[in-house]
């Protein structure tokens, strides 16, 4: 069973400009979860998406946005961005029962210069 | 507010030494309780959760609900336990959204 693959692994983008990150869950899984991870404030909820539904919602600006394909593929966009953006974006699926078994990507990590 | 905290950033042990990584959380209602474990260079996994009630690679967590704690213990540490943990809490079984600690390194000396 393949497992959750997230692309880009690796980018550099330019403060004030936008990304695109994208991420294919376990097959069957209709939960996919986004995490921000950074040195500093380790890992944080960004948000959730099932059945093409944002679920839940974490603390982030409105420059953060995501969505979901009716094929589970969900993808994340951070428009205007600054450098503290920099972190590894993780995501996560998990099954509709025990959605908070979460099974994780490799991440991509995102450098803002 | 919900909050899990983890006080140590490194815990340095011996090979064959016991072994406690420790998570408290804040939380009123009733939590489910994760450990999550990324090891070199690899994914961050999951390595057990409270309610299965179940011992992963020699490692047994029990959730106390009066002390607010879910720590992580093994009787005798090994080279290959030398990773970063991460405890995590969630309040339903129907969310993706996690409230992880800030982690442990655990360092397994030969």
């Known amino acids: 069973k393949a497992g959750v693959t997230q692309t880009p692994r690796y980018l550099i983008k330019t403060r004030g400009q936008q990304v695109t990150l994208s991420c294919s869950p376990i097959?069957?899984?209709?939960?996919v979860s986004w995490y921000q991870q950074t040195p500093g404030q380790g890992l944080q909820f960004l948000f959730e998406y099932f059945s093409e539904t944002q679920r839940n919602k974490g603390n982030f600006p409105g420059r953060f946005s995501g969505r979901q394909f009716s094929n589970s593929r969900s993808e994340m966009n951070v428009s205007t961005l600054e450098l503290g953006d920099s972190a590894l974006y993780l995501c996560?699926?998990?099954?509709?029962?025990?959605?908070?078994?979460?099974?994780f990507g490799a991440g991509s990590r995102l450098t803002v210069l | 507010a919900q909050r899990v905290t983890q006080p140590e950033k490194l815990l340095s042990v011996f090979k064959g030494a016991p072994v406690e990584l420790k998570c408290n959380y804040s939380?009123?209602?009733?939590?489910?309780l994760f450990w999550y474990v990324q090891y070199s260079r690899q994914r961050l996994q999951l390595l057990l959760r409270?309610?299965s009630r179940e011992s992963i690679k020699g490692f047994t967590a029990d959730l106390n609900k009066g002390e607010t704690s879910f720590h992580l213990k093994k009787p005798f540490a090994q080279e290959e336990d030398s990773a970063m943990y991460y405890c995590?809490?969630?309040?339903?079984?129907?969310?993706?959204?996690?409230?992880f600690g800030q982690g442990t390194t655990l360092q397994v000396k030969p």
């Open positions: 939380y009123s209602g009733s939590p489910e």
């Open positions: 996560a699926s998990s099954a509709s029962t025990g959605a908070n078994v979460l099974t």
């Open positions: 409270h309610i």
């Open positions: 995590a809490l969630s309040w339903s079984s129907n969310t993706g959204k996690l409230i």
């Open positions: 097959s069957g899984h209709r939960s």
